[in-house]
């Protein structure tokens, strides 16, 4: 079975609509959303409607709980951003909507576990707020800390820097793997990237593909999302997991950002870096 797995999408809609279309040109039909939908961008109730849409498991991050509640821990402009974010949602005009949205972004769950498959936003430690950076690879108490939270596979998303953490505290960027990892024994932590606001210095929307060997068969949504208890067969095939990056329209976004004053420029400008 073939899964679709997106995360920090941030209210960029351009980005967004390019992932969902390569997604489903690619025949995936299932889609796994790591969180932060929104924050930063200028289309947060497009992007929640789209993930509402097409997501059939979709977690909690750190900017929706922002939204949700009262933002702790962000800078000035991040914060700006997620009240800004917060009006959007809270705005009369389409109040039936809003509600419904509301009331998505507040019944997400924090992890997700699907046979041996952790999914979070943050860390297996933090699932909200952890960042687990590259250069985590020289902190052994950290990594060593997290690894023995995770059972085997560990998804996540939050830095916007994808790539591959290994129990022996190595990090591959995707170039460096050639955009594919075959999983094998040791455990893996994944970091899928960002759709929506990339950091690793690539612009480009970035996802990942997980290939886990099941056979796809109807009714597997459901038995996934809602029978966690009932374990699908062991795999049988190779698990891998394929890295896409896909240009978009940032220049589109990036003037609907200028156009808010309460978006800082520079979340518009970093789009055009991947920073
Ligand atoms: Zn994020």
Redesign the pocket.
Same mark, same amino acid.
């Given at each position: 079975m073939r899964r679709a797995l997106i995360s #920090?999408i941030?209210g960029n809609l351009e980005a967004l609509e390019v992932v969902l279309d390569d997604i489903k040109a690619q025949g995936i039909t299932e889609i796994f959303c790591l969180g #932060?939908i929104i924050g930063y961008g200028p289309n947060p109730r497009e992007c929640i409607d789209r993930v509402m849409e097409h997501c059939a498991v979709s977690l909690l %991050?750190n !900017?929706d709980q922002g939204a949700l509640f009262d933002p702790d821990g962000f800078n000035i402009g991040a914060e700006r951003a997620i009240f800004w974010t917060r009006e959007q949602l809270e705005s009369p005009t389409d109040r039936d909507n809003n509600e419904k949205r509301w009331e998505f972004l507040g019944e997400l769950p924090r992890t997700h576990r699907f046979h041996q498959f952790l999914f979070v936003h943050g860390s297996p430690r933090n699932p909200l707020s952890e960042y687990i950076f590259p250069e985590d690879i020289y902190n052994q108490r950290k990594m060593e800390r997290l690894f023995q939270l995770v059972e085997k596979y560990c998804f996540q %998303? !939050?830095t !916007?820097v994808p790539g591959v953490f290994t129990e022996s505290y190595q990090f591959f960027s995707p170039e460096e793997i050639d955009h594919e990892y075959t999983l094998g024994e040791g455990k893996l932590m994944i970091n899928v990237g960002?759709v929506g606001q990339p950091r690793d210095g690539d612009p480009r929307a970035c996802y990942v593909i997980l290939e886990d060997g099941h056979v796809e068969h109807k009714g597997a949504i459901e038995t996934v999302v809602y029978n966690v208890n009932d374990e699908p067969p062991p795999s049988a095939g190779p698990i891998t997991v394929r890295f896409r990056r896909l240009p978009y329209d940032f220049e589109t976004t990036i003037k609907k950002i200028y156009a808010v004053s309460e978006l800082e420029p520079f979340l518009g400008d970093r789009l055009r870096q991947g920073r």
């Amino acid at each position: 079975m073939r899964r679709a797995l997106i995360s #920090d999408i941030h209210g960029n809609l351009e980005a967004l609509e390019v992932v969902l279309d390569d997604i489903k040109a690619q025949g995936i039909t299932e889609i796994f959303c790591l969180g #932060d939908i929104i924050g930063y961008g200028p289309n947060p109730r497009e992007c929640i409607d789209r993930v509402m849409e097409h997501c059939a498991v979709s977690l909690l %991050g750190n !900017h929706d709980q922002g939204a949700l509640f009262d933002p702790d821990g962000f800078n000035i402009g991040a914060e700006r951003a997620i009240f800004w974010t917060r009006e959007q949602l809270e705005s009369p005009t389409d109040r039936d909507n809003n509600e419904k949205r509301w009331e998505f972004l507040g019944e997400l769950p924090r992890t997700h576990r699907f046979h041996q498959f952790l999914f979070v936003h943050g860390s297996p430690r933090n699932p909200l707020s952890e960042y687990i950076f590259p250069e985590d690879i020289y902190n052994q108490r950290k990594m060593e800390r997290l690894f023995q939270l995770v059972e085997k596979y560990c998804f996540q %998303g !939050h830095t !916007h820097v994808p790539g591959v953490f290994t129990e022996s505290y190595q990090f591959f960027s995707p170039e460096e793997i050639d955009h594919e990892y075959t999983l094998g024994e040791g455990k893996l932590m994944i970091n899928v990237g960002s759709v929506g606001q990339p950091r690793d210095g690539d612009p480009r929307a970035c996802y990942v593909i997980l290939e886990d060997g099941h056979v796809e068969h109807k009714g597997a949504i459901e038995t996934v999302v809602y029978n966690v208890n009932d374990e699908p067969p062991p795999s049988a095939g190779p698990i891998t997991v394929r890295f896409r990056r896909l240009p978009y329209d940032f220049e589109t976004t990036i003037k609907k950002i200028y156009a808010v004053s309460e978006l800082e420029p520079f979340l518009g400008d970093r789009l055009r870096q991947g920073r």
